[in-house]
């Protein structure tokens, strides 16, 4: 696995971004993906996963981004997405994109990319 995240920027609040998680190492597509992102002099949080094709895509929000961001992904493209849209200024961080590869009775090590910045202006 290696990540590598895209698509973070500046964008005012109630703006919309679109962050991409790719894998050139081709094997995202057995693995739960998730999201996290870290404020300035916080902890980093979880934001959204989605779990693999075996649990049916499953997905899961922190509840101050339900109902504003969309997590999905293209197995095919080695690709997870997290659509933002309704920006906030809390939403502000650098998000990550995390995968902890556990499948079917192995687990393979936990990788993260290098994070993207997002910068909501009020």
């Known amino acids: ?10 964008v005012q609040s109630g703006g919309s971004l679109n962050l991409s998680c790719v894998d ?14 870290q404020a300035p002099g916080k902890e980093r949080e979880a934001v ?14 922190t509840e101050s981004v339900k109902g504003r961001f969309t997590i999905s992904r293209d197995n095919a493209k080695n690709t997870a997405f997290l659509q933002m849209n309704s920006l906030k200024p809390e939403d502000t961080g650098v998000y990550y994109c ?8 192995t687990y393979y090590g936990n990788y993260w990319g290098q994070g993207t910045q997002v910068t909501v202006s009020s």
């Open 24 to 37: 050139s190492g081709h094997t995202l597509r057995y693995y739960a993906v998730g999201w996290f992102r």
């Open 48 to 61: 959204s996963c989605i779990n693999n094709s075996d649990y049916d895509g499953q997905t899961y929000y």
């Open 1 to 10: 696995l290696q990540l590598a995240e895209s698509g973070g920027g500046l």
């Open 98 to 105: 995390n995968v902890d590869a556990y499948y079917s009775g």
